[in-house]
């Protein structure tokens, strides 16, 4: 006897996709056993760590929680669609440049949170920065350079808005 199953349909990272699932699994299981995205990981299971950040819409959601059928029609992206084209986007680069990662686990989820932040928020002060990033949990604790990666990432975004201006 088969379970049941509900097929959905959706945009994962730009591409039209398709994927019969269980109506108990969540976001990061779709990504994990339908797609092979591991970037979003299930950390705590309850929502509170950030590890399972997507995108869904443009909004973070915590895909941990998140029911895989929700995002039937839905345009999903994950941190492996974070890159700008052929390179990384200025996030990634400013995580690189200020060592904002010991382990990794928690930095897809901080990338992605990153991004939307400094999309409605071009030039965030400190305090907004770790507000808006209270909700992401680092096991070991680079959150001094996360958030200097932040701000270095406002700055890059900043330089290359001006930079395409003058073009």
């Not at 590890?51 to 998140?66: E, K, Q, R, S």
């Not at 039937?72 to 084209?85: K, P």
């Not at 686990?105 to 992605?112: E, I």
């Not at 965030?124 to 507000?131: A, N, Q, S, V």
Request: a negative charge; glycine letters at 8%; hydrophobic letters at 40%.
């Amino acid at each position: 006897m088969s379970a049941i199953q509900r097929t959905i349909r959706f945009t994962l990272n730009g591409e039209a996709v398709s994927a019969e699932v269980p109506p108990h699994w969540n976001l990061v299981e779709l990504l994990q056993e339908r797609f092979a995205l591991y970037g979003a990981r299930e950390s705590c299971g309850q929502g509170l760590c950030g590890c399972c950040t997507v995108l869904v819409n443009g909004t973070a959601v915590t895909g941990c929680l998140y029911l895989a059928a929700f995002v039937d029609g839905a345009d999903v992206v994950t941190i492996e669609r974070a890159a700008d084209g052929d390179g990384l986007d200025a996030v990634q680069k400013a995580f690189i440049e200020c060592s904002a990662f010991q382990c990794g686990f928690c930095t897809p989820g901080f990338v992605l949170m990153a991004r939307q932040l400094l999309d409605g928020k071009p030039d965030p002060t400190e305090d907004e920065i770790r507000h808006y990033l209270s909700g992401n949990l680092c096991r070991c604790a680079a959150y001094p350079e996360i958030i200097e990666a932040v701000k270095l990432a406002a700055r890059m975004r900043k330089a290359n808005s001006a930079a395409d201006g003058r073009r």
